[in-house]
């Protein structure tokens, strides 16, 4: 039986949190966020495109290589169509180099486990050292060596049950005892060094299988956490929907008759790119296969102004319901 023991109080980190990103934001990234936001009123409310500029948030994938098989994700399930690999530190500070000035939030995912990139807590302090707030999502099945210095500002932790049954059920190959020493080794090391960051979220993927478990993971989890998240399942095959669909509050992206609106705020607020570069639409298009260019080859703002971009725009204002990757999408 796996026991959690207690480190610490963490009542007061929310403010923490807020603070460290304040200290992050600067004259030119708040004018991208108020940028992406009028771009977004000006599709949602007029149905129209304008030219999108540097955007306030970012998200860099360091691998799309997994160490678990979780089935309902293209990375664990084998069903990735664009190439595996890493991320050279290269090639992340050419990216970095291009946003930094405009780029409030980088987040450090998008398929795959960043634990297994080797030059991770290098790319982390890069990051930090070009003054970005950083945020990274973690199965917490690797342990690495860690540190505060090369450790993100928030650290998404995927804790999907309280026994083992219930997690492995959905995370194939994943062990829940190591991921409790995860939370365990980085809320000793916050102790150790005195500091109050990461703030560690724990994020709780809601499914038929676990969703009894909620309460005893949050007290299998009491003193790790900051923040407790129910968030609902992305489910790629419909087959598998009466087994892994939980009717919650959280689960409204398979509510039938959910309507579109015009515009979507992550699409215009957000740059997402691939391992190799490649500029994808949004966090959704898990293949790339909405990619208007690379990013390691032309600057990203001409590439999200091309004519490919303002295309794929243009259908998300007015044709939403005929975009494959928004009907399965929480934010569409």
């Known amino acids: 039986m ?6 610490q109080s963490f009542n007061d980190y929310p403010m923490t949190l807020l603070l460290t990103l304040s200290r992050t934001l600067t004259y030119k990234k708040c004018v991208a966020l108020l940028g992406a936001y009028r771009r977004f009123l000006w599709a949602r409310f007029l149905g129209k495109d304008s030219p999108a500029g540097p955007q306030p948030f970012v998200s860099i994938e360091p691998t799309n290589h997994c160490n678990l098989h979780c089935p309902e994700c293209v990375s664990g399930s084998g069903e990735l169509t664009r190439p595996v690999g890493y991320m050279s530190l290269d090639n992340f500070k050419k990216i ?48 690495p060596k860690l540190s505060v210095d090369t450790l993100p500002h928030h650290l998404i932790i995927s804790a999907d049950g309280a026994t083992q049954e219930a997690y492995a059920a959905y995370r194939k190959g994943g062990q829940l005892h190591k991921v409790l020493t995860f939370v365990q080794s980085v809320a000793e090391r916050k102790k150790k060094e ?13 499914n038929k299988q676990n969703k009894h478990e909620e309460k005893a993971t949050r007290q ?27 009717q919650s509050a959280c689960c409204g992206r398979y509510i039938n008759d ?33 990619s208007f260019g690379n990013a ?7 590439l999200i102004n091309n004519q490919e971009a303002q295309a794929l725009r243009k259908m998300i204002i007015n044709q939403k319901d005929q975009v494959s990757i928004c009907q399965n999408c929480p934010f569409a």
């Open 296 to 302: 390691l080859d032309e600057d990203y703002v001409k």
């Open 96 to 143: 970095i180099d291009q946003i930094y000035k405009h780029t409030i939030v980088l987040n450090l995912y998008l398929q795959g486990e960043p634990y297994l990139h080797p030059r991770l807590p290098e790319m982390i302090a890069y990051a930090k050292e070009k003054r970005l707030f950083v945020s990274l999502s973690t199965n917490a099945n690797i342990l």
């Open 194 to 206: 005195k500091s109050k960051l990461p703030f560690v979220e724990l994020q709780f993927l809601v």
């Open 220 to 246: 299998l989890f009491e003193g790790y956490y900051n923040r407790f998240v129910k968030k609902s399942m992305q489910i790629i095959h419909q087959e598998n929907l009466s087994q892994y669909y939980a």
């Open 258 to 290: 959910k309507k579109h609106k015009p515009g979507c705020y992550k699409m215009l607020s957000t740059a997402v790119f691939t391992q190799d570069g490649q500029m994808a639409l949004c966090c959704m298009d898990k293949n790339a296969e909405f």
């Open 2 to 7: 796996v026991v959690a023991v207690k480190v």
